[in-house]
Nanobody, 120 residues
Framework: QVHLVESGGGSVQAGGSLTLRCAASGDIPECRAWFRQAPGKEREGVAAICSGTPNESNVARGRFTISQDSGKSTLLLQMNNLRPDDTAMYYC?????????????????WGQGTQVTVSS
């Protein structure tokens, strides 16, 4: 069983940057991802990394970068050029499926989330 704890959220102005971290403990699976949910909206995939291969959604491409540390215990999401519509709760998730990527329904374990607020 894996346990996930997110950190790094906060409040920034548009154009700013944040780095989100997801610390994992226990049996860490090969697929981990970042999802986000804005108030009144459905949760959406942001970026994932499976077996070391990253995959980024359209909302992330060009602005966000997903990575993991060499020990694979920490998942990172570097977010640059943030916009007000990036405001959301960001969740880290883990999947035992080797190719889960941004398939939300394939993720079994979720963190509590970290809030990101971007002001204009």
């Amino acid at each position: 069983q894996v346990h996930l704890v997110e950190s790094g959220g906060g409040s920034v102005q548009a154009g700013g940057s944040l780095t989100l971290r997801c610390a994992a403990s226990g049996d860490i699976p090969e697929c981990r991802a970042w999802f986000r949910q804005a108030p009144g909206k459905e949760r959406e995939g942001v970026a994932a990394i499976c077996s070391g291969t990253p995959n980024e959604s359209n909302v992330a491409r060009g602005r966000f970068t997903i990575s993991q540390d060499s020990g694979k215990s920490t998942l990172l999401l570097q977010m640059n050029n943030l916009r007000p519509d990036d405001t959301a709760m960001y969740y880290c998730a883990a999947s035992k499926h080797l190719w889960a990527y941004l398939r939300e329904d394939l993720y079994e374990t979720w963190g509590q989330g970290t809030q990101v607020t971007v002001s204009s």
